[in-house]
Nanobody, 123 residues
Framework: VQLQASGGGLVQAGGSLRLSCAASGRTYSRYAMGWFRQAPGKEREFVATISWSAGITYYADSVKGRFTISRDNAKNTVYLQMNRLKPEDTAVYYC?????????????????WGQGTLVTVSS
């Protein structure tokens, strides 16, 4: 599975961005999808995950109520709608596909990773 993330950019605090992640390759398998982020000098952290059926989603406490993860399996694409952005949301955002259909925040269960897209939120 190859993952291509896009949609990052520079936005002012309080603004919105929508990230997309297009999957190609072995997409007939049923993968849960997740978004993670890594800020400068910090470890990569979980942001959001969605099950294969899109029926289950989980969010990190820091983004709950502001970010929404969704997916369109017909388009092999997962999205992350980010609203009310804060400077502390500045990071490289990575999409990933897990080796399970169940939504999970466990980074070690993700087998495939995209290249990352940079989100910068100015104050």
């Amino acid at each position: 599975v190859q993952l291509q993330a896009s949609g990052g950019g520079l936005v002012q605090a309080g603004g919105s961005l929508r990230l997309s992640c297009a999957a190609s390759g072995r997409t007939y398998s049923r993968y849960a999808m997740g978004w993670f982020r890594q800020a400068p000098g910090k470890e990569r952290e979980f942001v959001a995950t969605i099950s294969w059926s899109a029926g289950i989603t989980y969010y990190a406490d820091s983004v709950k109520g502001r970010f929404t993860i969704s997916r369109d399996n017909a388009k092999n694409t997962v999205y992350l709608q980010m609203n009310r952005l804060k400077p502390e949301d500045t990071a490289v955002y990575y999409c990933a596909a897990a080796g399970t259909a169940q939504a999970t925040d466990v980074m070690g269960l993700y087998d495939y990773w995209g290249q990352g897209t940079l989100v910068t939120v100015s104050s």
